[in-house]
């Protein structure tokens, strides 16, 4: 099985193997659209279809004659000659003979309604009877795009339809889930299926542009920008500190001064430009120009402007976005009696996620609010008493924004590195149905994949999104067990255990967010929870054929058990009283995390994606056999000598740190100081590491390792406690938690002493002489080892 071949092999065991809508008995208002394979419709389409709408006809026509068996003629409504039974798509005269005013509805509107034996099927433009189609094809037929590589299309030779009246368009009308597809390298077939999977599941972008110039968030930069700016009016940007911090590309580290008029007036004429720009190439384009226009604050943890005017307004709004407002309301009045139809986009984001007191967003505003990740927790919804905070906040800007925009985010970066088995779907319903309950119109949802590690479901949770954002009030668990049944085929049954069983655990976990950097605190995962998942994986797997496409999807599924189980392995075991051995075989779970993730390289990523991962998943393996530990420590018992190599390391603590490739690392990967670009002389500093609150070991420049390879130094005896953290570099940005080793209430004082070790690695004229090479510093393992016994 190949990427260029899934899709085709699930028509056909979808066709064979599922049908999702119950027979229907004749009556007299219903339309028998095929009996026994054989149709009397004629598909008719207006004669000035546009492209959406012949779109719309094609996968009518395709789908009825794959779900019936049926050959439907098509024409066009002027070739038409004497009466028939009609399937009437788009823009008809018919439709219109019958009291249907197309030109009135909404661009993302459709109707279905039966006429006697006939039956419109019509929509606004441009994508109205697209999504009138697939509504139809849904709801009445049976057909469902449930993911890139799986379609359920049902066998039915007889297919009738009781007598419809349908009119409906999506509560929101912007509607996204950002997934960085991008990664899988994705061949021309394969994007063609994304494509396809987006467009029927009434993806809402691409038939034209929702964000005008420059960009559709974090934009202060890019109409104010420090580069052309701070050396002659640095008034202009954000004084933090007793310092003007410039806005510079990519934003930061400072913002703009919200409150000088100067700045103001730049960022009228700059908005009036792009605006100016985007209408003539629209027109050139034959579609309408971009509705929305963002200025918002730049990203990376920016600083807001503290001058006394900024925060006047700040102090007495009680929030930063006192200022926000307060600005972007001066520049839509600026604008909106020359361009009435368009709104102006900023955010509510960090400090300026909580609402201002009394200020009010201008009728031509839409606020962004952000449901920042660091606050809320993932795995409960919104009005789950543990997000009291962003609950608050939702509703407070939901009473006084005329306009609302989400940005929620559906991925936990916390477990960057980390396989963690969870999953959100639980949310998607409740929270969409209060999003839309606040008049939110547009919905981001940030979601990138991690097709090496991941969560449970991301195929579930990116269908049933689309589904919600819709149409949030429809029932949830339907639309999930019709996923199930037709991803997970005679497994279904086993795979719906496994969630409940998951979502049961986590629930009775407190405090699932307060985690995010230190997954193995996560107190289901322990060793009955992988007992019990194995238990359904296995019987799961057991239900379906080897090698199908339902095989895969479980063990996509298993994939991240198993990869959580091996990265944990060490510190289950340690947990063990010293006569317990883990009840698994590690060779045997190692030997499956290769196998599966293998046939899902092969299955679903194209050949130059998939070298890249198998490359990555074999150093993974190596690792768990084994993590070649330095010479020294090898003869000890394991339980003795605690590894904490890059698997254990957190992007965000004790400070900024990159993970990179080195051949010469422990497991292959690393931790790469992050320099400060506003300083020069990070590298500078004397080479120190250490034990936070503890010993600190600074190397004297005749010390420094002079070949560029990675020594590991003691650094010595410390009694590990919550918090305990190795650290290295002088600003301590560096380093591991190592307070996982922590016995509690331990009656033996000795139990949490261990010998502390790092290893490093430094290349660089400010550490090797001579060097050529440029300055850095690596850490990519840190070492604990049991003392020696008195």
């Known amino acids: 099985m190949n990427p260029g071949k899934i899709f085709t092999m699930v028509v056909a065991l979808a066709g064979v193997a599922v049908s999702c809508v119950p027979l229907r008995l004749s009556t007299d208002d219903s339309l028998v659209i095929a009996r026994d394979g054989k149709t009397q419709y004629t598909i008719v389409y207006a004669d000035q279809a546009t492209e959406p709408e012949k779109k719309a006809l094609d996968e009518l026509t395709n789908f009825l004659g794959r779900v019936t068996g049926a050959s439907f003629t098509v024409t066009a409504e002027s070739a038409l000659s004497g009466k028939v039974q009609g399937i009437y798509v788009g823009w008809t005269r018919f439709a219109a003979k019958n009291g249907i005013e197309t030109a009135k509805l909404g661009d993302e509107e459709w109707l279905i309604r039966s006429v006697g034996k006939n039956l419109i099927i019509s929509g606004g433009r441009p994508r109205g009877t697209l999504y009138a189609v697939y509504e139809f094809l849904e709801q009445q037929v049976g057909c469902h795009w449930l993911a890139r590589d799986t379609e359920v299309i049902p066998s039915r030779l007889t297919l009738e339809v009781p007598k419809l009246s349908i009119q409906a368009k999506p509560f929101i009308w912007m509607r996204d889930i950002y997934t960085t597809y991008n990664t899988m390298m994705p061949t021309g077939d394969m994007a063609k299926r994304h494509t396809e999977f ?56 400072g913002q703009l001064c919200l409150t000088n008029p100067d700045v103001r007036r730049i960022v009228v004429e700059k908005l009036r430009g792009f605006v100016h720009k985007d209408r003539e190439k629209a027109a050139k384009a034959g579609v309408p120009p971009p ?51 368009i709104l102006l986009q ?8 909580p609402p201002p007191k009394a200020l009010k967003p201008r009728d031509n505003v839409i606020v962004r609010w952000c449901d920042v990740y660091s606050v809320v927790d993932l795995v409960r919804p919104l009005n789950h008493p543990k997000n009291f905070k962003n609950y608050g906040e939702i509703l407070a800007w939901g009473k006084i924004a005329p306009h609302l925009a989400i940005w929620d985010y559906w991925i936990s970066y916390g477990y960057y590195h980390f396989p963690t088995p969870y999953c959100m779907i639980q949310c998607i319903g409740p929270d969409m149905k209060l999003f839309v309950d606040m008049h939110a119109e547009t919905m981001f949802c940030e979601s990138e994949e991690d097709h090496e590690h991941g969560e449970n479901f991301t195929a579930l949770k990116y269908w049933l999104g689309y589904k919600m954002m819709v149409n949030p009030y429809q029932p949830v668990e339907p639309l999930i067990q019709t996923f199930m049944k037709g991803y997970f085929g005679a497994a279904a049954p086993r795979v719906d255990e496994y969630i409940k069983y998951l979502q049961g655990r986590i629930d009775k976990e407190a405090d699932f967010c307060m985690v995010r950097n230190s997954p193995h605190k996560l107190k289901y995962l ?36 198993d990869g959580a189980l091996l990265y944990l392995w060490p510190w289950l075991d340690r947990k063990l009283s010293p006569e317990e051995k883990m009840p698994f075989d590690h060779e045997a779970v190692i030997s499956r995390y290769e196998t599966n993730w293998h046939a899902q390289f092969k299955a679903f990523f194209s050949e130059k994606a998939q070298a890249l991962r198998e490359v990555k998943t074999a150093r993974l393996a190596a690792l768990f056999r084994d993590p070649k530990l330095p010479e020294e420590f090898r003869k000890l018992p394991s339980r003795e000598v605690a590894d904490f190599n890059w698997l254990t390391f957190s992007p965000y603590s004790p400070g900024r740190q990159n993970f990179v490739e080195d051949t010469e690392a422990a497991g292959g990967m690393t931790a790469a100081f992050v320099e400060n670009k506003e300083k020069t002389d990070d590298h500078k500093k004397p080479l120190m590491f250490g034990v936070a609150g503890g010993k600190t070991v600074t190397l004297k420049p005749e010390e420094v390792p002079q070949d560029g390879k990675y020594h590991v130094f003691k650094i010595g005896r410390t009694n590990v406690k919550k918090g305990t953290t190795i650290w290295a570099h002088a600003n301590r940005s560096m380093g591991v938690n190592v307070d996982r080793l922590v016995v509690a209430d331990a009656k033996d004082p000795k139990v949490n002493v261990w010998d502390a070790y790092i290893s490093l690695k430094v290349k660089g004229p400010d550490y090797v002489k001579a060097s050529t090479a440029s300055n850095g510093l690596w850490m990519d393992r840190v070492l604990l080892v049991k003392p020696p016994k008195d």
Request: aromatic share 12%; proline share 5%; glycine share 8%.
């Open 291 to 341: 509705r929305i226009y963002d200025i918002s604050q730049n990203d990376a943890g920016a600083a807001e402007c503290q001058c006394e005017n900024c925060q006047t307004i700040a102090k007495r709004e009680g929030s930063e976005s006192g200022p926000m407002i307060d600005f972007i309301n001066a520049i839509a009045d600026s604008i909106k009696n020359e361009y009435p139809d």
């Open 346 to 353: 900023t955010f509510a984001y960090n400090r300026t996620e």
């Open 526 to 561: 322990d060793l009955d929870f992988f007992r019990t998942a194995e238990m359904f994986f296995e019987s799961a797997e057991a239900l379906v054929k080897p090698g199908s496409l339902e095989s895969l999807h479980v063990q996509r599924e298993r994939l991240v058990v």
């Open 198 to 253: 987006l467009t029927r599941n009434k993806h809402s972008i691409g038939n034209y542009q929702v964000y005008g110039s420059p960009g559709g968030c974090h934009t202060f930069f890019q109409y104010l920008n420090a580069r052309d700016w701070f050396e002659t009016h640095p008034e202009y940007f954000s004084l933090v500190g007793g310092k003007r911090l410039p806005a510079k590309d990519g934003g930061g580290p």
